[in-house]
Antibody, heavy 121, light 107 residues
Framework: QVQLVESGGGVVQPGRSLRLSCAVS????????MHWVRQAPGKGLEWVAF????????YYGDSVKGRFTISRDISKNTLYLQMNSLRAEDMAVYYC??????????????WGQGTTVTVSS | DIQMTQSPSSLSASVGDRVTITCRAS??????LNWHQQKPGKAPKLLIY???TLQSGVPSSFSGSGSGTDFTLTISSLQPEDFATYYC?????????FGQGTKLEIK
């Protein structure tokens, strides 16, 4: 059974850093790409980042480019999102999601339950 | 970047109604379009991919259509569990943008 469990969220001051983790089971990260998607309080879904199944391609949303880094540890079957220079507008629930693989293009077919990031002084 | 625009932003309907939600892309995305459902306090769930292919386990009351820039999600007969927010998402090129969402409420 495919499962994704995020962790690492919390309260952080503006300008500081935070690393989110997403532990996956039921499949291997070397076989599927992965996404991070966020949702600010009361707002819609915003795509944040993607890493391909082989780690060779990484893409970012415009609002996080240069500040956030997506990575993974195959041996731990864990996906990461390193978030630097955090801003108030980064406050959101962050979801990791497995890429479909065969859905035509790049979309999310399994989602984690989310972890909450609060940016506040 | 490809912009995704949904209409309406909210919709009131009754159990048993047929409803249609529209999603428009700012440029042609062929059939690279997915639909996700989200209930309050829950993670999203994939309903339809490649514009019209139903994800495993999704009721056949849901259907999708369209290609190019215009897409629709149709629920043929609303059930109580269908009241949620629906998002389209383009899977054509990064950033893989979402529409702003359509909140489906009980009338």
């Amino acid at each position: 059974q495919v499962q994704l469990v995020e962790s690492g969220g919390g309260v952080v001051q503006p300008g500081r850093s935070l690393r989110l983790s997403c532990a996956v089971s039921g499949f291997t990260l070397s076989s599927y790409g992965m996404h991070w998607v966020r949702q600010a309080p009361g707002k819609g879904l915003e795509w944040v980042a993607f890493i391909s199944y082989d780690g060779s391609n990484k893409y970012y949303g415009d609002s996080v480019k240069g500040r956030f880094t997506i990575s993974r540890d195959i041996s731990k079957n864990t996906l990461y999102l390193q978030m630097n220079s955090l801003r108030a507008e980064d406050m959101a629930v962050y979801y990791c999601a497995k890429d479909c693989g065969d859905c035509l293009g790049f979309g999310m077919d399994v989602w984690g339950q989310g972890t909450t990031v609060t940016v506040s002084s | 970047d490809i912009q995704m625009t949904q209409s309406p932003s909210s919709l009131s309907a009754s159990v048993g109604d047929r409803v249609t939600i529209t999603c428009r892309a700012s440029q042609s995305i062929s059939r690279y379009l997915n639909w996700h459902q989200q209930k309050p306090g829950k993670a999203p769930k994939l309903l339809i991919y490649a514009a019209s292919t139903l994800q495993s386990g999704v009721p056949s009351s849901f259907s999708g259509s369209g290609s190019g820039t215009d897409f629709t999600l149709t629920i043929s007969s609303l059930q109580p569990e269908d009241f949620a927010t629906y998002y389209c998402q383009q899977s054509y090129s990064p950033p893989y943008t979402f529409g702003q969402g359509t909140k489906l409420e009980i009338k």
